[in-house]
């Protein structure tokens, strides 16, 4: 029966992807869609283990090359002419001045890597935080580095989050502490996600009003609305985790009242509440770890903020880049911000598609035409591999003999005479028994 629902479903991702080669899109190529992800879904279920993570990478490979072919195949109106996206792109990196090109390019690419920097020394404070201390440029920022390149190339886990994981683990010998560490840094991430959001909508309203006066909207009116839904859910979140992190009781104490509530609703809305409990749990558990070590903590979510802004921040010099002179500076960043989010909540590899449409989507006005948003959407992702691309070199030197200069746990060097060079490789096996580990200390 499993061959028979992930064959339909790819029957039917196979129909959308040819639709897409055609630039034919519209409500039978959404309903194809949404009737192969149910396929899918109902064939994964019968799946475990390795199994399901390789249909799991397949159905992301299928969807983003569809994502694409549909991308860039889709008609645009240019000068009164249907012309395919890709066509549009090419004739206008034909009129791009190359010194302009590069100069802002370098930009983007600058900015993005204070937002690196701004990422590895949050991660270095919650390291910190659970008395764990490796050299910061030796050690914390060349992982970070690796993790970037690593999954830059592998479309799984083993990427940034994994091998910083896996390196403070292994070099600190305190897996449980590595794990509580990183549990908090996924918390304070979305968190400084949501928060530049909030920050930089004020200044960038007019992206919302574009949105939906947009012929395919056409509500004005609702621009209120949507900016309340917003400031609801990102600021709602935002104010969670900030409260948490400096009064974790009022969590605990919201928590076991969503707890009561749940326990006496049956259905989806229970599962919801069921879940939202279990991620207060994993929260409040690791925002417990760092008791009386508050300015830590907001340090780590200020260094997060300016991570996500910086990244917001790329889009603009790279509109610039192409040679979009009448590009305004909040209204793109604010943009990129959702843009951001839905990458991030996309499920294609490393965001590749949905980046570019939903850049085009939220800021053509800004980009001067579709072709413009999706050409700076891809540009802004380049800029940020580039970045980061050379950690690769640090990959090459990890060789079974380096060792952090130092390691302190609770201010005691570690002795390194238990690494072996047997121990030495990085892959999801040694990813998951650090967690095992973890789990049973």
């Known amino acids: 029966m499993v061959g028979l629902w992930l064959g339909g479903s790819a029957i039917l991702f196979a129909a959308v992807t040819w639709m897409?080669?055609?630039?034919?899109?519209?409500i039978p190529a959404i309903a194809l869609i949404f009737g192969a992800f149910f396929l899918f879904w109902m064939g994964r279920r019968g799946l475990e283990g390795t199994a399901r993570e390789r249909a799991d990478l397949v159905a992301k490979i299928v969807f983003t090359v569809a994502g694409m072919l549909a991308l860039l195949r889709h008609p645009i109106d240019v000068e009164g002419v249907p012309t395919p996206l890709h066509e549009a792109i090419a004739v206008h990196v034909g009129t791009v001045d190359g010194t302009t090109f590069v100069t802002w390019a370098l930009v983007a690419m600058a900015v993005k890597f204070v937002g690196v920097i701004a990422s590895a020394w949050a991660w270095h404070l919650l390291l910190v935080g659970q008395g764990i201390r490796?050299?910061?440029?030796?050690?914390t920022m060349t992982s970070f580095l690796i993790g970037r390149f690593i999954g830059t190339f592998l479309p799984s886990t083993l990427g940034l989050?994994?091998?910083t994981l896996f390196e403070s683990a292994r070099y600190s010998g305190q897996p449980a502490r590595a794990v509580t560490a990183k549990a908090l840094e996924k918390f304070i991430g979305v968190t400084g996600l949501?928060?530049?959001m909030v920050l930089t909508m004020p200044f960038g309203y007019s992206v919302i009003v574009d949105v939906v006066s947009s012929d395919a909207v056409g509500r004005p009116d609702a621009a209120?609305?949507?900016?309340?839904g917003i400031v609801a859910v990102a600021g709602g979140v935002s104010a969670v985790v900030v409260l948490g992190l400096v009064k974790p009781g009022l969590i605990v104490a919201l928590m076991r009242g969503i707890t009561r509530l749940t326990e006496s609703v049956k259905g989806p809305f229970g599962q919801v509440g069921a879940k939202g409990v279990g991620a207060l749990e994993r929260f409040t558990d690791a925002v417990g770890a760092y008791h009386g070590k508050v300015g830590l903590l907001l340090t780590a979510?200020?260094?997060k903020?300016?991570?996500h802004f910086t990244t917001f921040v790329v889009y603009y010099f790279t509109g610039l880049a192409i040679g979009v002179t009448a590009i305004e500076f909040w209204p793109v960043v604010f943009g990129s911000s959702i843009q951001v989010l839905a990458t991030v909540l996309s499920p294609t590899i490393a965001g590749e598609g949905a980046r570019e449409a939903f850049q085009a989507l939220l800021l053509q006005n800004q980009y001067g035409g579709v072709a413009q948003a999706v050409l700076a959407g891809a540009l802004g992702f380049i800029a940020a591999e580039a970045a980061t691309l050379w950690g690769g070199a640090f990959l090459w030197v990890r060789t079974p003999s380096w060792r952090p200069s130092f390691c302190?746990?609770?201010?005691?060097q570690v002795d390194y005479a238990w690494i072996t060079g047997d121990e030495a490789g990085f892959d999801a096996d040694a990813l998951a028994r650090i967690r095992q580990e973890a789990d049973g200390s």
């Open 20 to 26: 897409a080669w055609a630039g034919r899109l519209g």
């Open 134 to 139: 490796f050299p910061f440029w030796q050690t």
């Open 161 to 163: 989050d994994g091998y």
């Open 194 to 196: 949501f928060l530049g």
């Open 224 to 228: 209120p609305l949507l900016a309340s």
């Open 301 to 303: 979510l200020v260094a």
């Open 305 to 307: 903020f300016v991570t």
């Open 408 to 412: 302190t746990v609770d201010g005691e």
